[in-house]
């Protein structure tokens, strides 16, 4: 009888103890989640503060595009204003890449404007920002990865449940971009540069150089032998 109570104390001494542990990971990993959260907002609002002196920028070379400019600059804040949940946040962005990517197409057409010292230190800076809110985003979406597993997994899926941990939404850029395409940095000869659309295509190989005809008379055709 004392060999019983001792087996089933154990045992629920071992369920609480993995209830405890499962529910200080699930707490973890959601702080996490929103730590991770908050460094794309941070990224996502330096590109904002960004946006405004690129256009000015441009502006200064062709003031006549007063369309592109006056989208990019409802697209900023749309997407600035956005406060929903990171799909809607994601959704909100692909208008002001398609914005960024008709400013960055009117400045292929000045070259001086390329050229410009200014213009280019924001470009650069817009670049560093695109790759820290890539990195920030891919560790993101891990962090939203492991927890939703452990969400749906049994015997963790019995914690979520009970403490209302309910899976989280991964920021989907790339879908929300589908029809921008990603931003693109580039470096050239002229310094670096930023690109917005879908991947280049290379170029094709050069056909091969025709082959030149030996100078001089061609040799006779050899003599056929007399039947």
């Given at each position: 009888m004392g060999w019983t109570i001792a087996i089933i104390g154990g045992i629920i001494l071992l369920i609480l103890i993995f209830g405890v542990v499962s529910y200080?990971?699930?707490?973890?990993?959601?702080?996490?989640?929103?730590?991770?959260?908050?460094?794309?907002?941070?990224?996502?609002?330096?590109?904002y503060d960004l946006i405004p002196n690129l256009v000015e920028s441009v502006r200064g070379y062709a003031s006549h595009e007063r369309t592109v400019f006056e989208n990019v600059t409802r697209a900023r804040a749309a997407a600035a204003s956005a406060t929903g949940s990171p799909a809607e946040q994601a959704a909100a962005e692909g208008?002001?890449?398609?914005?960024?990517?008709?400013?960055?197409a009117v400045v292929e057409n000045y070259p001086d404007l390329k050229a410009n010292q200014n213009f280019l230190a924001l470009q650069q800076e817009l670049a560093n920002t695109e790759d820290r809110l890539q990195t920030s985003r891919r560790f993101y979406n891990a962090n939203v990865r492991d927890y939703n597993q452990r969400v749906k997994q049994f015997p963790s899926v019995i914690i979520a449940s009970t403490f209302n941990f309910e899976e989280e939404e991964f920021f989907e850029v790339e879908d929300a971009l589908r029809e921008a395409?990603?931003?693109?940095?580039a470096f050239g000869g002229e310094g670096p540069g930023v690109t917005f659309g879908g991947p280049e295509v290379p170029p094709a190989a050069p056909p091969p150089a025709p082959t030149p005809e030996p100078s001089g008379t061609p040799p006779p055709p050899p003599a056929t032998p007399d039947a």
């Amino acid at each position: 009888m004392g060999w019983t109570i001792a087996i089933i104390g154990g045992i629920i001494l071992l369920i609480l103890i993995f209830g405890v542990v499962s529910y200080n990971r699930f707490v973890s990993q959601r702080q996490l989640i929103k730590d991770a959260w908050a460094n794309i907002d941070t990224e996502l609002r330096r590109r904002y503060d960004l946006i405004p002196n690129l256009v000015e920028s441009v502006r200064g070379y062709a003031s006549h595009e007063r369309t592109v400019f006056e989208n990019v600059t409802r697209a900023r804040a749309a997407a600035a204003s956005a406060t929903g949940s990171p799909a809607e946040q994601a959704a909100a962005e692909g208008p002001l890449v398609a914005a960024l990517r008709q400013l960055f197409a009117v400045v292929e057409n000045y070259p001086d404007l390329k050229a410009n010292q200014n213009f280019l230190a924001l470009q650069q800076e817009l670049a560093n920002t695109e790759d820290r809110l890539q990195t920030s985003r891919r560790f993101y979406n891990a962090n939203v990865r492991d927890y939703n597993q452990r969400v749906k997994q049994f015997p963790s899926v019995i914690i979520a449940s009970t403490f209302n941990f309910e899976e989280e939404e991964f920021f989907e850029v790339e879908d929300a971009l589908r029809e921008a395409g990603a931003p693109q940095v580039a470096f050239g000869g002229e310094g670096p540069g930023v690109t917005f659309g879908g991947p280049e295509v290379p170029p094709a190989a050069p056909p091969p150089a025709p082959t030149p005809e030996p100078s001089g008379t061609p040799p006779p055709p050899p003599a056929t032998p007399d039947a």
